[in-house]
């Protein structure tokens, strides 16, 4: 099978297509023919040897990365029941486990069943990117009256939050980069569309709202942004943090938050775990939300044999939603 092999850390360029062995299921393990395979920030710092930013230790190379994939099982192990050869499956593979690859195995405890209805390149989306934006959603506890303000709307768990937002009757206020991407936020249904690349987006927001105030504000930017977003919350408000892809977290302290009673949280991290139904429940209801289509994931496609390629647009915030590449 062709697969992505990372030799040595660096730029995008080091990750290569390669022919490499097939890989085989072990007992209880199912392999699925790769229709679809996740990219995400993990990847590209781990393809970095950014070891600062990486939740686990930097693995031995050469390597494949890859942490999502969906596709048709094609190869049963011992032991597993042979209803599910050519079944449409998804799966989240662990933090690094080989799905940049034509061909992949895992456990069939860890699979979710897919409806014909569902994409492939949707399942993904919503398998890791979904229960987490869900998982975000439990923590931060929208009511109708809130006024929501997204950073990073146009990001794969930035384009969920807009959408569950607004079917929970919240006000929308979605922050994004550039033009295209704030065209993309209004088309998701947020009221209020701002571009924080321009340095008064705060003061655009006031006065799109008319008075009224920020109630809940959800940051995965950080830095500049995500201080000024926390500026623009109202008395009581909620700061919910999931990342800072500026390079910086949000910088905030006690006066920040005595002063307007606001509360700040970190929503990711062992609170998703902690959420009822746990990781799996919060994925099979993510994946039913796409299946419904209440829920739509964006996605940017690659073909597998430019991951590179697909690094650098995620690097360079040159994507928009969830990035998959395509065997």
């Known amino acids: 099978m062709r697969a992505i092999r990372l030799h040595a850390f660096g730029g995008p360029e080091n990750l290569r297509h390669e022919e490499v062995a097939d890989p085989v299921p072990g007992p209880g393990q199912v392999r699925i023919a790769v229709e679809a395979a996740g990219v995400h920030l993990l990847d ?4 970095k040897g950014a070891a600062d930013e990486l939740p686990f230790p930097i693995p031995e190379l050469p ?35 080989a799905g940049y690859a034509e061909l992949a195995v895992r456990e069939t405890d860890a699979l979710f069943r897919l409806p014909d209805s569902l994409s492939y390149e949707a399942a993904i989306a919503m398998v890791g990117t979904g ?4 998982g975000i959603l439990h923590v931060a506890a929208l009511e109708p009256d809130d006024v929501a303000l997204v950073t990073a709307a146009a990001g794969g768990i930035g ?19 550039g033009p295209e991407k704030t065209a993309r936020v209004r088309e998701l249904g947020a009221d209020v569309a701002v571009d924080y690349n321009e340095p008064d987006w705060p003061e655009k927001v006031r006065a799109a709202l008319g ?6 504000a959800f940051d995965s930017v950080g830095g500049e942004a995500g201080r000024a977003a926390l500026e623009l919350l109202g008395f009581g408000g909620r700061f919910v943090m999931y990342g800072w892809s500026s390079g910086n977290p949000t910088e905030l302290g006690t006066k920040d938050l005595q002063g307007r009673l606001l509360t700040a949280t970190y929503a990711l991290g062992p609170r998703i ?3 009822p139904g746990g990781l799996r429940g919060l994925q099979e209801r993510a994946l039913d939300e796409a299946a419904r ?3 739509v994931p964006a996605v940017t496609t690659f073909p597998l044999r430019d991951a590179g390629a697909a690094h650098a647009a995620l690097l360079g915030r040159g994507t928009v939603g969830k990035v998959v590449l395509k065997p």
């Open 159 to 177: 384009t969920l939050l807009v959408q569950a937002a607004r079917n929970a009757g919240v006000t929308v206020v979605g922050a994004a980069g």
């Open 44 to 47: 590209t710092a781990l393809q």
């Open 273 to 275: 775990a902690r959420v």
């Open 211 to 216: 008075g009224r105030e920020v109630s809940v």
């Open 63 to 97: 390597m494949t990365p890859g942490r999502e994939v969906a596709g048709v099982v094609d190869g049963l192990g011992e032991g597993v029941d042979q209803e599910w050869l050519g079944r449409r499956v998804v799966t989240h593979l662990g933090l690094v486990n």
């Open 293 to 295: 289509g209440t829920l």
């Open 131 to 134: 229960r987490m934006a869900l």
